[in-house]
Antibody
Framework: EEQLVESGGDLVQPGGSLRLSCAAS????????INWVRQAPGKELEWVSL???????YYIDSVRGRFTLSRSTSENTLYLQMNSLRAEDTAVYYC?????????WGQGTPVTVSS | EILMTQSPATLSVSPGERATLSCRAS??????LAWYQQKPGHVPRLLIY???DRSTGIPARFSGSGSGTEFTLTISSLQSEDFAVYYC?????????FGQGTKVEIK
């Protein structure tokens, strides 16, 4: 069974950094498309970033230059390094697998950016 | 960026009735359209992809239709477990974008 487990969410001050992890089991992340989607409190879903199996990455404009995807094939884990965090980055961050649409989702990890 | 607009924002329906949810794209997305269901405090669940294909394990009372810019999700006979928020999402042009959601509530 394919599973994804996120971790790393926390309370951080504006301008701070966090690294989120998305650990996969039941499949190999380098053979799949892995995505990050976030949801601010009471708001709709927002696609944040995507990594192809070949390592190509895509980001939405509001996080490009601040967020960076990377992965560890040995740990079968995708990372989202988030720098220069802003209040508007406050959300539950989900990772999910799939190209275009997400069949498999993690349970989410909360990020709060506040002083 | 393609803007996805869902209507209505809230739909009040009695159990057993039919629910029709609409989603409009600001430009054509072909049939690259998905629908998700999200209950409070839960992870979104994929219902429909490619505008009309049901995801694994999704009951037949859920159906999707449309192409281009106009899409519909129909729930033929609402069950108690169907009361939730529904999101459409396009994956034709990056960035993939979601609609703002339609809340289906008990009438």
């Amino acid at each position: 069974e394919e599973q994804l487990v996120e971790s790393g969410g926390d309370l951080v001050q504006p301008g701070g950094s966090l690294r989120l992890s998305c650990a996969a089991s039941g499949f190999t992340i380098s053979h799949h498309y892995i995505n990050w989607v976030r949801q601010a409190p009471g708001k709709e879903l927002e696609w944040v970033s995507l990594m192809y199996g070949d390592g190509t990455t895509y980001y939405i404009d509001s996080v490009r230059g601040r967020f960076t995807l990377s992965r560890s094939t040995s740990e079968n884990t995708l990372y989202l390094q988030m720098n220069s965090l802003r209040a508007e980055d406050t959300a539950v961050y989900y990772c999910g697998s799939g190209y275009g649409f997400l069949l498999t989702w993690g349970q989410g990890t909360p990020v709060t950016v506040s002083s | 960026e393609i803007l996805m607009t869902q209507s209505p924002a809230t739909l009040s329906v009695s159990p057993g009735e039919r629910a029709t949810l609409s989603c409009r794209a600001s430009q054509s997305v072909s049939n690259n359209l998905a629908w998700y269901q999200q209950k409070p405090g839960h992870v979104p669940r994929l219902l429909i992809y490619r505008a009309s294909d049901r995801s694994t394990g999704i009951p037949a009372r859920f159906s999707g239709s449309g192409s281009g810019t106009e899409f519909t999700l129909t729930i033929s006979s609402l069950q108690s477990e169907d009361f939730a928020v529904y999101y459409c999402q396009q994956y034709n042009n990056w960035p993939w974008t979601f609609g703002q959601g339609t809340k289906v509530e008990i009438k």
